[in-house]
Nanobody, 119 residues
Framework: QVQLQESGPGLVKPSQTLSLTCTVS????????WNWIRQPPGKGLERIGS???????YYSPSLESRTSITRDTSKNQVTLQLSSVTPEDTRVYYCDSRGEYTGTPYDYWGQGTKVAVAS
């Protein structure tokens, strides 16, 4: 059974760096792709960026200068860092893991982390 767990603070102060971690667990898992997505209140989803199993990254152009996505393959874990946050970064943040579980493709989303940027 695949389980996906997000972790990170629910409140970040302006100008600080937001850091969120996502871990996927389960036997015989191969993670091929991680995505980070966010959603402002009452609006649609916004892609932040991605990292492949080989470590290639993609960042949304509008967030690229402030975004870093890294992964730890030994832990099946990915970390999002978003620097110099402002109240405009108040969103629900989701991670999405895609890969194979016991040879079967999977695509799981985390439960979402509600992050508020406020002093």
């Amino acid at each position: 059974q695949v389980q996906l767990q997000e972790s990170g603070p629910g409140l970040v102060k302006p100008s600080q760096t937001l850091s969120l971690t996502c871990t996927v667990s389960g036997d015989s898992i191969t993670v091929n792709w991680w995505n980070w997505i966010r959603q402002p209140p009452g609006k649609g989803l916004e892609r932040i960026g991605s990292i492949t199993g080989s470590g290639r990254t993609y960042y949304s152009p509008s967030l690229e200068s402030r975004t870093s996505i890294t992964r730890d393959t030994s832990k099946n874990q990915v970390t999002l860092q978003l620097s110099s946050v402002t109240p405009e970064d108040t969103r629900v943040y989701y991670c999405d893991s895609r890969g194979e579980y016991t040879g079967t493709p999977y695509d799981y989303w985390g439960q979402g982390t509600k992050v508020a940027v406020a002093s």
